[in-house]
């Protein structure tokens, strides 16, 4: 079982950013996809972003692309996402998540670890 702990999520103006970080409870995190997903009120959880295992390939939701980058270190165990030019349409809780088969996921309910997330709030 791997845990996952979000951090780094508040409250900032629109235009700011924020550095969200997603640690693991065990090295094996280093042999997954990870992904940022976002729930708003309401709503339905939506992808954000992914990583492969090896870092060089990544995928982004439309509605972040050129904002926002994920990124991992695998020496380190951890997941991030920088939340740059952050719109109050970005207010969510954000949600790290991880998947066993090796392959980047856009649908929540294939992956199979997932941290308690961490509330981002962007106001106008």
């Known amino acids: 079982q791997v845990q996952l702990v979000e951090s780094g999520g508040g409250l900032v103006q629109a235009g700011g950013s924020l550095r969200l970080s997603c640690a693991a409870s065990r090295r094996t995190l280093s042999m997954y996809p990870v992904a940022w997903f976002r729930q708003a009120p309401g709503k339905e959880r939506e992808f954000v972003a992914g990583?492969?295992?090896?870092?060089?390939?990544?995928s982004y939701a439309d509605s972040v692309k050129g904002r926002f980058t994920i990124s991992r270190d695998n020496a380190k165990n951890t997941g991030s996402l920088q939340m740059n030019s952050l719109k109050p349409e970005d207010t969510a809780v954000y949600y790290c998540?991880?998947?066993?088969?090796?392959?980047?996921?856009?649908?929540?309910?294939?992956?199979?670890?997932w941290g308690q997330g961490t509330q981002v709030t962007v106001s106008s």
């Open positions: 998540a991880a998947r066993r088969s090796g392959v980047l996921s856009l649908y929540a309910d294939e992956y199979d670890y």
């Open positions: 990583i492969i295992v090896s870092g060089g390939s990544t």
